[in-house]
């Protein structure tokens, strides 16, 4: 049996598990597993991208109930809140 040693292992190849990566990259050794190919995660399936508000009518608190109404109780408020008022840049 052969034993890998990594500083970061990541588990996932979603947008998240990228960004992190990418991010943590630079501090030692990265490992990601992904349970298909590096192509194959719910993001690159996702055809709308990230919603976010830049019309006059939508807000960001609206945004983020409606956010947080759909996700049934599963998403996390500040990380909701976070990508929500993030999402324009």
Do not use: W
Not at 17 to 46: C, H, P, Q, R, W
Not at 49 to 67: E, N, P, R, W
């Amino acid at each position: 049996m052969t034993l890998n040693k990594t500083d970061f292992l990541i588990i996932g190849s979603g947008i998240a598990g990228l960004t992190f990566a990418l991010k943590v990259a630079e501090f030692g050794d990265v490992a990601l597993v992904t349970k298909k190919g590096i192509m194959e995660s719910n993001t690159s399936y996702a055809q709308g991208g990230i919603a976010s508000v830049f019309g006059k009518l939508d807000s960001f608190d609206l945004h983020i109930q409606d956010t947080l109404a759909s996700g049934d109780g599963l998403c996390n408020r500040d990380v909701v809140e976070m990508v929500v008022k993030n999402g324009p840049d």
